[in-house]
C-alpha cells in the first residue's frame, strides 16, 4: 500500500515535474550528459547558427581589418627602412665631406705651420748674424785693450826692475852704467 | 551518481556541469529551444567580436593589447596554414580561423567557474570534425578527381605492400574525424570532471587544502589544454587541407 502511494507520488512529481532528459529524479546526470541523444539536435542546431555567424563576423569584418592592418605595418616598416637606408647613405657623404674638409684643413695649416717656420727662421738667422757680428767687434776691441794693457805692465816691469837694479848696485857701491844693466835686467825678463 | 552520495555526506556530482537545460525552464529540448548550449555559445561569439573587431578597432600601426591579440591570433593561424598547406591553402583560411577561433574561446570561456564547455560535448565537436571531413574530402575530390584516391595508394612502398597499405590508409582516413573529435571534448570533459571530483572532497575539512591545491594545479593544466585541444584541433585541419589540395606522398 506504501509502496504504491510513493510510486503514485513520484508519478504526480513527474506528471508536474518533468525530468529533464539524461536526469535522475534528484536532479543529476545519469551516465554522461554527452551521450544523451536528445539534446543532439539542439546542440548541433545552435553550434551550426553559431559557427555561420563567427564566419561572417570574421570573414566580413575581423579578418580583412586585421590583414589590412599587418599589411600596413609591414609597408611602413619596409618604408621606414628605406628611409633609414637612405639616411644613412646621407650620413656617410655628409661624413666623406667632412673628412675631406678635415684633410684640406690640415693640409692648409701644415703649409701656414711652415711658412711661419721659414719666417721665423729668416729673423732668427738674422738676428743670430747680426748677434754674432757684434760679439766678433766687442771681442776685437777687448783684445785690443788687453794687449795694450800687458804692453803696459810689460813696460813698467821693466823700467821698475832697471831702477831697482840701478839702486842695488848703486848700494852695494858699485858703479854700472846703464847700458850695462839695460842689457843685463833685458836678458833676464828674456829668461 | 546518486549511489556514491551515501558516505560521509560527499557529494560527486562531477557530470552535472554538463547537463543541456533549457534556460526558459521545462524540461523538453527541441532542436529551436534556447538552452544553455545557447547561452555559451552565444558568449563565445560575443567574445570573438570582442577581442577580434572591437579590439582591433584602432587599426594603429603601434597595437593595443587587445589589437596585439588579435593579431597574434590571426598571425598564428595564418602562418601555421601557409606552412603546411602552402599558399593555395590560404583561401581556406577564413574557415579555418574560424574553427580555431571558436574552439580556443569556448575553451576558454567553459574555464570560468559554474560556466558550460560547450565544446566537452561529443556532439559539437563531432560536428566540428565532421565540417573538416566532409570538406577536406569533398574538395579533394573537386580540386582533384580520381587522383585524389592516389593519397591511399602508397607509390614510394614496394608494390606488394601497396594494397595493404592502402587498406590501412582507408581506415586511417575514416577514422580521422573520431579521433578528431573524441580528442577534443574528452580532454575538456575530463579535465572539467577532475576538477569537480576534487571539489567534492573539499566537503571533508582535513583534505580541503590538499582538494583546492589539487583544483589550482587542475585549473592551470586545463588552461594549457584548452589553448593546446584548439591549437591541435586547428593544426590537423591543416594537415587534413594539405591532403586534399596535394594529395599523394
Known amino acids: ?191 | 551518481m546518486a549511489t556514491e552520495e551515501a558516505a560521509g555526506g560527499l557529494a560527486f556530482h562531477p557530470m552535472d556541469q554538463f547537463l543541456v537545460r533549457p534556460l526558459f525552464g521545462g524540461t523538453e529540448i527541441n532542436w529551436y529551444t534556447p538552452t544553455n548550449v545557447t547561452l555559451w555559445m552565444g558568449l563565445t561569439v560575443l567574445a570573438i567580436v570582442l577581442v577580434l573587431v572591437v579590439g582591433s578597432r584602432g587599426r594603429a600601426i603601434v597595437p593595443s593589447r587587445m589589437q596585439s591579440i588579435a593579431e597574434l591570433t590571426f598571425g598564428m593561424v595564418h602562418k601555421m596554414l601557409e606552412d603546411i598547406t602552402g599558399k593555395e591553402g590560404l583561401k581556406y583560411f577564413p574557415y579555418v580561423m574560424t574553427l580555431f577561433c571558436f574552439i580556443v574561446f569556448a575553451n576558454f570561456i567553459g574555464l570560468i567557474p559554474t560556466s558550460f564547455s560547450t565544446t566537452s560535448h561529443i556532439a559539437v565537436t563531432a560536428v566540428l570534425a565532421m565540417l573538416v571531413f566532409l570538406g577536406v574530402t569533398i574538395l579533394g575530390f573537386v580540386k582533384n578527381g580520381a587522383h585524389f584516391l592516389g593519397l591511399f595508394w602508397v607509390s614510394s612502398a614496394p608494390l606488394p605492400l601497396r594494397p595493404v597499405l592502402a587498406v590501412i590508409e582507408v581506415i586511417s582516413y575514416f577514422v580521422r574525424p573520431v579521433s578528431h573529435s573524441i580528442r577534443l571534448a574528452g580532454n575538456v570533459m575530463a579535465g572539467h570532471a577532475v576538477i569537480k571530483v576534487f571539489a567534492g572532497f573539499a566537503a571533508i575539512a582535513a583534505i580541503a587544502p590538499v582538494s583546492i591545491l589539487a583544483i589550482t594545479a587542475m585549473y592551470g593544466l586545463e588552461v594549457l589544454v584548452a589553448l593546446i585541444q584548439a591549437y591541435v584541433f586547428t593544426i590537423l585541419t591543416c594537415v587534413y587541407l594539405k591532403d586534399a589540395l596535394h594529395p599523394g606522398h
Do not use: C
Open chain 1, 1 to 191: 500500500m506504501a509502496t504504491t502511494t510513493e510510486e503514485a507520488a513520484a508519478q504526480a512529481t513527474d506528471a508536474v515535474h518533468p525530468m529533464l532528459p539524461g536526469t535522475d529524479a534528484s536532479g543529476s546526470a545519469v551516465g554522461m550528459p554527452q551521450l544523451v541523444f536528445e539534446t543532439f539536435p539542439n546542440q548541433i542546431f545552435w553550434l551550426l547558427v553559431t559557427l555561420v555567424v563567427i564566419y561572417l563576423v570574421l570573414s566580413r569584418i575581423a579578418l580583412p581589418r586585421i590583414g589590412g592592418v599587418l599589411a600596413e605595418r609591414a609597408g611602413t616598416i619596409s618604408n621606414d627602412l628605406a628611409t633609414a637606408e637612405e639616411l644613412k647613405l646621407k650620413a656617410k657623404a655628409a661624413e666623406a665631406t667632412y673628412t675631406r674638409a678635415l684633410a684640406d684643413a690640415k693640409t692648409e695649416a701644415g703649409k701656414i705651420v711652415a711658412a711661419a717656420k721659414a719666417e721665423i727662421q729668416a729673423d732668427l738667422d738674422v738676428a743670430t748674424a747680426h748677434a754674432d757680428a757684434e760679439i766678433a767687434a766687442k771681442t776685437a776691441e777687448s783684445e785690443g785693450r788687453i794687449g795694450e794693457i800687458r804692453a803696459g805692465a810689460l813696460e813698467a816691469v821693466n823700467t821698475v826692475a832697471r831702477d831697482t837694479a840701478a839702486e842695488i848696485v848703486a848700494t852695494f857701491g858699485g858703479r854700472a852704467d846703464a847700458g850695462a844693466i839695460d842689457a843685463a835686467v833685458a836678458e833676464r825678463i828674456k829668461g
